[in-house]
């Protein structure tokens, strides 16, 4: 019996529904927020006073992926409160969610680890955290995303940003994903067109390596001039302490780690932060300028939990949560120019991370405030053209987010050179103002990094997943599992592999598809050919593809996806290209 096909899919012929506004958000995290807020407060003041002809009421629309503001918000996080406090002098009279004070009581350490040993070491003021808070950004979102509401913002979750709508090389607006399409492209039950977004001016605010601005920037030739971009991954979970790990953890503790479980020449560390409610957010970033193929980020934070310093607060406890995320490392010098005809870009975006800090949420914050304040010109005079939108980056420059960022500004890109060449660099940098060793350190794209396989190579071995207890460790799908994803099964793949061929040809002899082993939710996996069958997007309706000389073929579980951009990072071919699901859908992240 043949499978019966729909109707065909071809965007071009589809009449879409145009709505109009002034300032559309792309993103709902602390940056575009803050922005919405400040620039509600900017306006709310010019009313007071301005004659009748002259009082502004700008549509502002707020559109988020997930299909809950905060759903898809995942960091450490412990926060540096500058940009909130300058943003809401009463944030915590307003209820700002807190899950730990830093205090003079409390625990801020960085341990070098041996495999069974922990010491306690100097690290510089910079890098202290007294009088900062731990949060949940999830948390966070949610409060920022109510007070926006209340001053009369329009916030959308479960709109998806699918492509940026241009005129020449103006922005004017963003499409929204179509829902209702099936796998192999065709329409099916109630479809739905995407809505174009037009507006005066249209703000990036997508976190990591997002989705439209990775391919805007390069258009625009907003990095032309710029360092590549690095990244980290941070790999992440929430517990809820047992009895022994509360009365060693208390909130607003923090403790950061490096070295063990890290082979040496990976950029990374640990955290763990002690949070409300006997909860606790552990979690290992590692730099993805790593070099072995093989390397698993995931299985090194499952290890890095087995140390006996992790290992004696987890012990009677209980995994509540588990996400990852990507966080961009590169700094000053591979942050992109700000603005262009018609559009911005805030947050992580725009590169706001302090990555010696291990913090950009103020930065976010702060970023946003300014983008606002220039966009509140743009509505008084009535001119929004590029030269008016680069006031925002001319007010960056003379702020004290670029001046935070300059002093740190050859940080990352030293340890791309080994970890002494980092380390002298960093000291010297506290000297020089952030100088280090050179004026401009250059960076390397982090998937120009590996290291080729010897020989004629071939797919390497999977991670043994017999060394997880689903006590204290657990694999990736079972993590998976506690980070709440969810995908409609029945779409086009949102993980488009543009040159499937390479998969099993070159990447298989030359890196033994890294893929299957840098993602953190078990997306992606080499197997035979019969278990592809209707699961993989490279193979057709048949089940017929292209498979490796050992007859495997790239599953891809888009499903499991948790949105952290990995694959579209670290894939050594870039031919990974990350989109958007249908809205509403990905990880639900709580507490995180």
Known sequence: MS???????????????????????????????????????????????????????????????????????LSGAVMDPRGIEELMPDWREKGFPVEGDVGPGSADKMLKLGEASHKSIWVPPIMHNRGKVVVSLNKVVKWLAQQAESLGVNVFAGFAGAEVLYDGKRVLGVRTRDMGVNKWNEKKGEFMPGVDLKARVTVLGEGTRGSLAKHLIPKLELDKGRNEQVYQLGVKEVWKLGPKGQEKLKPGDVYHTMKWPLPKGVFGGGWIYGMADGMVSIGLVTGLDYKDPALDPHALFQKWKTHPFLKSLLEDGELLHYGAKTIPDGGYFSQPRLSADGVLLVGDTAGMLNAMRLKGIHLAIKSGMLAAETIFECLKDGDFSAQRLQRYQNAYETSWAKEELFKVRNFRQGFQRGEFFGMVNVALGFITGGRGLAGRLSAHADYREYHRLPGEGGTTKPVDKSNFDDKLTFDKLKDVYFSGSKHEEDQPCHLQVTQPDVCV??????????????????????????????????????????????????????????????????????IINWVVPEGGQGPVYTNL
Not at 25 to 50: C, D, F, Y
Not at 545 to 574: F, R, W
């Open 3 to 73: 499978e019966s096909h729909g109707e065909p899919y071809n965007p071009a012929e589809i009449t879409r529904e145009e709505m109009p506004c002034d300032v559309l958000l792309v993103g709902a995290g602390p940056a575009n927020l803050a922005l919405a807020i400040r620039l509600k407060q900017l306006v709310a003041s010019h009313n007071e006073s301005a004659a009748d002809d002259k009082k502004l009421d700008p549509q502002i629309y707020v559109i988020e992926k997930g299909a809950e503001v905060g759903n898809h918000q």
């Open 505 to 574: 040809t070159r990447c298989t002899r030359e890196y033994g598809n890294p893929c299957q082993h840098f993602c953190p939710a078990n997306v992606y996996e080499m197997v035979p050919k019969a278990e592809g069958k209707g699961a993989s997007p490279q193979l057709n309706r048949e089940g017929e593809g292209k498979e490796t000389a050992q007859g495997l073929v790239l599953k891809i579980n888009a499903s499991n996806c948790v949105h952290c951009k990995t694959c579209d990072i670290k894939d050594p071919y870039q």
